[in-house]
């Protein structure tokens, strides 16, 4: 039988996913987790969208489990080198180890040519599951760590320290 790591694929989000993304997004699972907790019109995906097609500084990618699109897994610009990275999964393909694969799967993606790039994500204190899963790929806690925003812990992949300048040094004890 097939993997959860053979199975799952991630390729470069295209044009004809604009309206499954807008669908995904407004979804009430998805809308609870977002920091908004609000859903987008059809005109605020629209320019978000089209921004991400054609300034190519987001990178996204859409994570498939064979060919059943399944998620999407996102790398914003944050600082230089250094990305901002969120995820998500549709709540039916919550809870079966997926998100740790295409974590994985797109952190390999990026860092194929360029060694150098930096992954930074912002999650909720109260998202276990999602700490769990960058945890297991490689991020690690931090509470105190420039702006993070009220009730967020940041996760780190690269700790050098030339990209920590401003840490406190002070490791979450486990996270959250
Ligand atoms: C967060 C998310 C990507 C995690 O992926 P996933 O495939 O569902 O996670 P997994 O099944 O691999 O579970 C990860 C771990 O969290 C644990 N976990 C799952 N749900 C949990 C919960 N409600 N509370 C505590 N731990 C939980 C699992 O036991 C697992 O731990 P283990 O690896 O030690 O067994 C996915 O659940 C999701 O898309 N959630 C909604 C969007 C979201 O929260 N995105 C993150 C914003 S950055």
Redesign the pocket.
């Known amino acids: 039988m097939e993997t959860i790591a053979e199975a799952i694929a991630l390729r470069p989000v295209n044009l004809t996913d604009k309206e499954m993304l807008f669908e995904w997004r407004n979804t009430p699972f998805?809308i609870k987790?977002g920091s908004s907790g609000k859903a987008v019109t059809w005109k605020e995906h629209c320019r978000w969208f089209n921004n991400i097609l054609e300034k190519k500084s987001t990178i996204l990618f859409i994570i498939k489990m064979g060919a059943i699109p399944v998620?999407q897994v996102r790398f914003d610009p944050w600082a230089e080198c250094t990305y901002l990275v969120?995820?998500?999964?549709l709540e039916e393909y919550?809870?079966?180890?997926?998100?740790?694969v295409a974590l994985q799967k797109g952190i390999e993606l990026m860092t194929q040519e360029k060694t150098d790039r930096k992954f930074i994500?912002f999650?909720k204190m109260a998202?276990?599951?999602?700490q769990?899963?960058f945890s297991?790929t490689g991020f690690t806690g931090f509470k105190h760590l420039g702006n993070i925003p009220q009730g967020y812990i940041a996760m780190v992949y690269n700790r050098e320290e030339a990209f920590l300048p401003s840490i406190s040094k002070e490791k979450s004890n486990g996270i959250g």
Do not use: D
């Open positions: 998805l987790l998620g969120s995820i998500y999964l919550t809870g079966k180890g997926i998100g740790a994500a999650i998202n276990r599951a999602s769990a899963v297991k």
